[in-house]
Structures are given as structure tokens and as C-alpha cells.
């Protein structure tokens, strides 16, 4: 009889864990980069069932196995490539490939795939909220003007116009100023990878070249990548989740009454 508790208590408890999660991946549906978490539920004391005799319990049979508790496992996160949103904002990049955006922050290097940049108050590109935008180089990067373009490899580049007095006459010369390039790193193993609020995900692995020479992984311009949530399944999971939710609900207060008759009805018998 008190089995049914643990069992529909944990199922409650990981139900509302598994709301939690998709809640959460509704509410950044809308939020660039962002990567879909799914969790995982496992069984807890397994035990094994035996058949034996009622009078003799030699040569028990084996019949099952059983458990008492189920519990949320874990949270996967599925880094699959988003979809591609036109912007023409000029402090909005998108990566196509694998590969992270590296940004300075209080507690050091994070990483992320929201490439919905803006500029701070002194100059330097900076993902709002979190930290500093860094170069190739490990440092901020400044932007001066606003007549930029970037390429596919992620170097930010201005063209100014000097115009010089000879012998007078006037010659514009054309000068191109970099302002530094995009630093884009990977890991080898994404699975060590440590979740943040704000879609930010930090590590302690070694950073590997993203490919941006050989043409895997590309930056582009004026462009985000949207969420890899999928509006249509996570409300098919949540309405699915919310059903086993409240069906354990009401089989546990049937446990309930049912105890409470045994104690007060039974009881005095």
C-alpha cells in the first residue's frame, strides 16, 4: 500500500521538473541562439521480484524488476543549428557551424551562440548584460565607427577616405582600419559543457579552432540565429506532462482516503 506513495509522489516531483524545462524553452523561443534543454527521467532502488512457494521457498523464480522512485536524470541540451533571421543590424552576427562567441565576464570567459550585440557606453562590442565581446587577440574590441563591415571570418574592418593638400591639389586616399576579429572557439566535448542563465555556457576544456579557415564554420553579418526550439512539440510535451502530472495527483488522494479508512473505519474493527 505505501509503495503507491513513493511511486506517485517521485512521479509528481519529476513531472513538475519536466514542466519546468519546457517552460523554460517556451519562454526563449524568441531569444537568439538559443539551444533546446530536454530532460531525462531514471528509476531509483530497483529491486527484483522472485516467486516462491508457500511453504517451501527453495529455487525461487525470478520474475521482474521493479522500482520504487522514479527521478529526473538529467538535462540534455540539443546544440542542433538553428534557423537564420535577417536583421540588417549592424552589431548582429550569426554563426553557421559549430562553434561559440567568447565573451569577458566578471567570472571570466563564457561562451555563447547569441550574437545580439550592442555597444556600451565606451565604445567596446558587448552582449547586454553579460560581458564584453573578445577578439582573436583576447581583447574587447572597440568600435569607433559605425561604417563597419565584417566578412565571413569575422574581421571587423572600416574604410576611411585621407584627403592630402599637394601642390594644390587635392588626392583622397582610401584607408582601411581593422577593428579586430570575431574570437570563435570549440570544444571537443560539448557534453562537459556548463549551462548559465542568458543562454551563456562556460568549461574548463581546452578551446579548439571553430574552422573558420577551412570554411566550417562561417560568420554572418547583419543576421541571428534563431532559437532550435520547436513551439509545436514542447506544447505537445507539456500538455503530455501535465496530464501524468494530474494523474498522479488524483491516484494519490484515492491513497489517501483509502489510508484514512483504513486507520479510522477498519481500525476499530
Do not use: H
Amino acid at each position: 500500500m505505501y509503495d503507491g506513495f513513493y511511486k506517485l509522489a517521485s512521479g509528481m516531483l519529476t513531472q513538475s521538473r519536466n514542466l519546468n524545462v519546457i517552460g523554460n524553452n517556451m519562454v526563449n523561443v524568441q531569444t537568439p541562439g538559443y539551444k533546446q534543454d530536454t530532460m531525462v527521467s531514471t528509476t531509483f532502488q530497483e529491486e527484483m521480484l522472485y516467486r516462491t512457494g508457500r511453504t517451501s521457498k527453495a529455487n525461487p523464480e525470478p520474475l521482474a524488476t521493479t522500482s520504487r522512485i522514479k527521478a529526473a536524470d538529467r538535462t540534455y541540451v540539443n546544440y542542433e543549428q538553428g534557423g537564420f533571421e535577417v536583421t540588417d543590424g549592424i552589431f548582429d552576427f550569426a554563426l553557421s557551424g559549430n562553434g561559440f562567441f567568447c565573451i569577458q565576464t566578471a567570472g571570466g570567459e563564457r561562451y555563447t551562440r547569441n550574437g545580439a550585440f550592442a555597444v556600451d557606453n565606451e565604445g567596446y562590442l558587448e552582449l547586454p548584460g553579460i560581458g564584453r565581446v573578445l577578439s582573436t587577440e583576447n581583447q574587447p574590441i572597440r568600435i569607433e565607427s559605425e561604417d563597419f563591415s565584417v566578412d565571413s571570418r569575422g574581421n571587423i574592418t572600416v574604410s576611411l577616405l585621407r584627403t592630402g593638400e599637394e601642390e594644390d591639389s587635392y588626392e583622397e586616399e582610401q584607408e582601411v582600419q581593422q577593428y579586430g576579429a570575431l574570437k570563435v572557439v570549440d570544444f571537443a566535448d560539448y557534453n562537459q559543457l556548463q549551462r548559465e542563465d542568458n543562454g551563456i555556457f562556460s568549461t574548463g576544456q581546452a578551446q579548439l579552432p571553430a574552422g573558420l579557415n577551412g570554411g566550417e564554420t562561417k560568420i554572418i553579418w547583419q543576421t541571428l540565429e534563431k532559437s532550435n526550439v520547436n513551439m509545436v512539440n514542447e506544447m505537445t510535451a507539456m500538455m503530455s506532462s501535465q496530464r501524468a502530472l494530474q494523474g498522479a495527483a488524483q491516484a494519490l488522494k484515492m491513497y489517501d482516503q483509502i489510508m484514512s479508512k483504513s486507520v479510522t473505519d477498519i481500525g476499530r474493527l
